[in-house]
């Protein structure tokens, strides 16, 4: 009875799924099937679609695409379009148009009763499998807030610049919504879990290279999960968007367990566990000579690290490999049978992708380290793998191939309702090649180290390091158990630094000159931790004053940047819980990378940093925040000059205390705002003490202030910016901290706004006219700047002084309707007062050489005019 009661359910379950779409809770309902004793059950159930969607982290120097079905990256996307472009996926540096992700998945598996089955986010090989998806409507959509609030979506309740929250789950039993596995040739068969999913991302100088992923997986089913393994699934494709499609066929894949610590913190080395992923050679130019870095040079490293798990008995595997539909090419690492540990047999044969819930479960759960790629020709049979494969294969594999990892972490035992917590973190790191040449000259498959010895992962692991210290911040007691986290002692006797670990306490007669230098949080423990808590995860770092929202006034040949800094100059400093607010920078770019910024010019607070000589260390040491020079003329009289003391050669005595002090410029000092070719206030008579003193929005005039760049070129578009930067931190031992200037950069043309296009009545212009195909226009980077797009499908013919609605058209000499472009800008704004025509036709074909009449409609009248284009 039971037997036919469970197929009963199961062609119940067929038919709801075949005629109704429905989302299934079906591993309950088998296990329910399997208990019955009166013949009933609770069906859950909806007629919905999933509502799956992504958003991009742009907020940093990495773009990562995130969806709310537990994938990142583009790979498993279909029409990734972001204004009009295509998505990033994985891109290091934002706006390089330099890709290190195809896409990554979110792989879970367990036991459940007698099955083993997995979840995932994607399979990697086989499209169109995804059996983690969230809810219909508005319940399943993603949620986008920021702590800055010049943002739209500024949320007091956010962690990070940049939040994307959302929740998934693996109960949808639809083959048309999951994909069918062929080969366990059966529908998702769910493990009833439900995955709360936040990602975080930043600006800030040293938390710019990665996104946190923080994970809660909840069992809400009625049964125990056993033995649960949680994996994340990487396919990282290292090459620049203009490379062919086979730019990501010469990747290399390892795993990096640690990296070099700077010597204050008493350790040679820090534990970082970071399965990475780059380039072979960092993809160097050979045109013009010999091999040289270029704008298309792939040179850094991504990566991910685990850094919180909810267990310290933590079991991880990495494991890679190469898929190929010939099974003789699908290769990764296996370890070689052993009595205890018999060789597992993947379906078709092959040693690398693990096809099934089956295999996908056996790689996740089974102990295993992978050597890293760059070792495939060489023979491991010592450590316990099986031999590499035929020389020609191993040499190709070993050089460069399309790879992917998997990273894997468990086992875990999931009570109904209970929730893990799992935070990774994916990054990228600077400066992976050193040299072009590195791989040509070092690589050989018998001796791989001698290359290997070339990479740098040091800002790979600086990065690594800090995205565990913005998770859990070293020498903070978050849960005020009186446990701060990890540290060494670092004791200085005399001219020599004593190191000792946590645990080793320094004797008496030094523990005065001793100091602890933390190098993990509370969350961490040790052997003698003496805290009553568990530790608290912080998602909290020092940060920059929030940058100043823009507004761009654009003019012929000139643009005024005008700002409101009284967000800015009133913001606390996390870990002072001061403020510490020290100037503003302006820059422009005429591209949109971080690198192409300049600095045009900078205001700050006329400070100085204070030094005081310590008489027991013999040592010059800073030893409070900067002191504005009217601080310091109050405490030393009115002519004080701090500048004739600038080191410990023209030091001066303190007449209150007899300390021996000298003082620093915190920055330029460049602190006159009267002036105005520089930063000057737009109100001066304004009055820092009136706050009734608003502009329309609500903002203090006192802190209005603009600046003036002129001897612009009106035809190129610019990026302009304002940072506001601090002072530092003493207390976390942190520099002077800056906003990026991506993060309010406005793109504008010198040139009339709309609103005074509209006001005089201004004529329509027209450039370059004539267009000529040899005018060097992308040369000289009037367009396809960034070489992404072929040179037909990249032109550009600008049609400048638009009013902020108005419909173009361009005809042919004979009058034949060429193109037809909407310009709709009716809340005005940057660029509203322009317009550009790719030189195709509405055909989506390039236009031929002829003259042509263009045709500018708006509430304003009509314009006519001639256009020549010269191919």
């Not at 982290?57 to 995130?66: E, P, R, S, T």
């Not at 998945?105 to 969230?134: K, Q």
């Not at 130019?285 to 010999?290: A, I, L």
């Not at 976390?732 to 296009?757: C, F, T």
Request: proline share 6%; with cysteine.
């Amino acid at each position: 009875m039971r037997q036919r009661l469970g197929k009963l359910v199961w062609f119940m379950m067929a038919l709801l799924v075949t005629c109704f779409g429905i989302k299934v809770d079906a591993r309950a309902l088998l296990e329910k099937s399997s208990s019955w004793g009166d013949g009933s059950a609770l069906l859950k159930a909806t007629y919905e679609t999933p509502n799956v969607s992504f958003e991009v982290h742009n907020i940093g120097k990495i773009a990562i695409a995130v969806t709310n079905s537990g994938t990142f990256g583009t790979g498993f996307i279909s029409n990734a379009i972001c204004d009009g472009e295509i998505c990033p996926s994985g891109e290091y540096p934002i706006n390089s148009d330099i890709e290190y992700l195809f896409s990554g998945a979110l792989w879970i598996g367990a036991v459940v009763g007698r099955d083993t089955l997995v979840s995932i986010g994607a399979d990697g090989w086989f499209p169109g499998i995804n059996e983690l998806l969230p809810d219909a409507g508005e319940d399943g959509a993603m949620i986008v807030r920021s702590n800055l609030k010049s943002k739209s979506y500024y949320d007091p309740q956010a962690i990070s610049e940049q939040d994307f929250l959302c929740t998934f789950t693996d109960t949808f039993a639809d083959p048309g919504l999951t994909g069918q596995d062929g080969f366990d040739n059966r529908g998702h068969m769910p493990l009833n879990i439900s995955v709360q999913q936040n990602s975080y991302a930043w600006s800030y100088d040293y938390a710019e290279d990665f996104v946190l992923f923080d994970y809660k997986i909840t069992n809400i089913g009625g049964f125990p999960i056993k033995d649960l393994y949680m994996a994340l699934y990487v396919d990282g494709d290292a090459y620049h968007t203009s490379k062919d499609a086979d730019g990501f066929q010469d990747d290399i894949c390892g795993f990096r367990r640690t990296v070099s610590m700077p010597g204050e913190f008493c350790m040679e080395f820090d534990t970082v566990n970071i399965a990475w992923i780059g380039d072979n050679d960092g993809d160097p130019t050979t045109e013009g000579g010999p091999p040289a870095w270029a704008f298309t040079s792939a040179r850094a490293v991504s990566g991910t690290r685990v850094v919180r798990s909810p267990s310290d008995s933590l079991i991880s595997n990495f494991n890679w490999w190469i898929s190929h539909g010939d099974p003789s090419r699908d290769f990764g690492p296996r370890k070689a049978a052993t009595p205890e540990d018999p060789f597992y047999e993947f379906p078709l044969g092959q040693f690398g992708t693990p096809t099934g819930d089956k295999t996908k479960y056996y790689i996740m759960s089974h102990p295993e380290f992978d050597y890293d790629q760059l070792f495939t020709a060489v023979n491991h049979s010592d450590e316990g793998y099986m031999p590499p494969p035929s020389q020609s294969l191993a040499i190709d594999f070993a050089n460069g191939y399309d790879t992917r990892y998997l990273l894997s972490f468990g086992p875990f035992d999931v009570q109904p309702g209970d929730t893990l917590p799992i935070t990774l973190a994916y990054l990228a790191g600077d400066n992976f090649h050193v040299n072009p040449t590195d791989f040509e000259d070092y690589f050989t498959e018998t001796e791989p180290s001698k290359f290997y010895d070339e990479l740098n992962f040091d800002d790979f692991g600086l990065n690594a390091r800090w995205a565990s210290w913005i998770f859990d911040n070293p020498g903070v007691d978050t849960d005020n158990d009186g446990d701060s986290g990890r540290f060494n002692w670092s004791c200085q006797v005399g001219p020599d630094v004593l190191c000792f670990p946590e645990c080793e306490v320094p004797n008496d007669s030094i523990i005065e000159f001793c100091e602890k230098i933390f190098y993990r949080g509370d969350y961490s423990t040790s052997d003698c931790y003496q805290g009553t808590g568990e530790g608290a995860p912080d998602f909290v770092g020092a940060s920059p004053p929030p940058p100043p929202d823009l507004t761009v006034i654009p003019g012929y040949g000139e643009v005024t940047i005008r700002w409101n800094g009284q967000e800015s100059e009133n913001a606390y400093d996390v870990f002072s819980r001061q403020k510490d607010f020290e100037g503003y920078r302006v820059y422009y770019a005429e591209g949109d990378r971080l690198t192409d910024y300049i600095l045009l010019t900078s205001y700050d607070v006329h400070d100085y940093k204070v030094f005081q000589f310590d008489d027991i260390l013999l040592t010059w040491e800073q030893t409070s925040v900067p002191l504005t020079l009217d601080s310091l003329r109050s405490l030393y009289g009115p002519d004080f000059d701090p500048d004739v003391h600038d080191n410990e050669f023209r030091d001066f005595t303190d007449p209150h205390t007899n300390d021996r002090l000298y003082f620093v410029g915190q920055d330029w000092n460049e602190s006159d705002l009267s002036n105005p070719s520089l930063i000057h206030r737009v109100y001066p008579e304004a009055s820092r003490l009136d706050s009734s003193d608003t502009t329309d929005e609500g903002w203090m005039r006192y802190y209005e202030y603009e600046y003036v760049i002129d001897n612009l070129q009106p035809s190129k578009p610019y990026n302009f910016s304002v940072t506001a930067f601090d002072y530092g931190s003493l207390k976390v031992d942190l520099g002077a901290l800056e906003s990026s200037p991506l993060v309010n950069a406005v793109k504008e043309y010198p040139l009339p706004s709309a609103e005074i296009v509209e006001e005089e009545g201004l004529g329509v212009i027209v450039f370059p006219n004539p267009y000529r195909i040899d005018g060097g226009y992308a040369e000289a980077g009037y367009e396809n700047r960034e070489r992404k797009y072929s040179a037909e499908r990249s032109r550009e013919i600008h049609f400048a002084n638009l009013p902020r609605v108005c419909k173009i058209r361009i005809y042919s000499i004979n009058g034949d309707l060429i193109r037809e472009i909407d310009h709709y800008r009716p809340e005005g704004g940057p660029e509203s007062q322009h317009e550009v025509w790719d030189v195709i036709s509405r055909n989506t074909q390039a236009v031929v050489t002829g003259i042509y009449m263009w045709h500018v409609e708006s509430e304003m009248g009509e314009q006519l005019g001639k256009l020549v284009i010269m191919k």
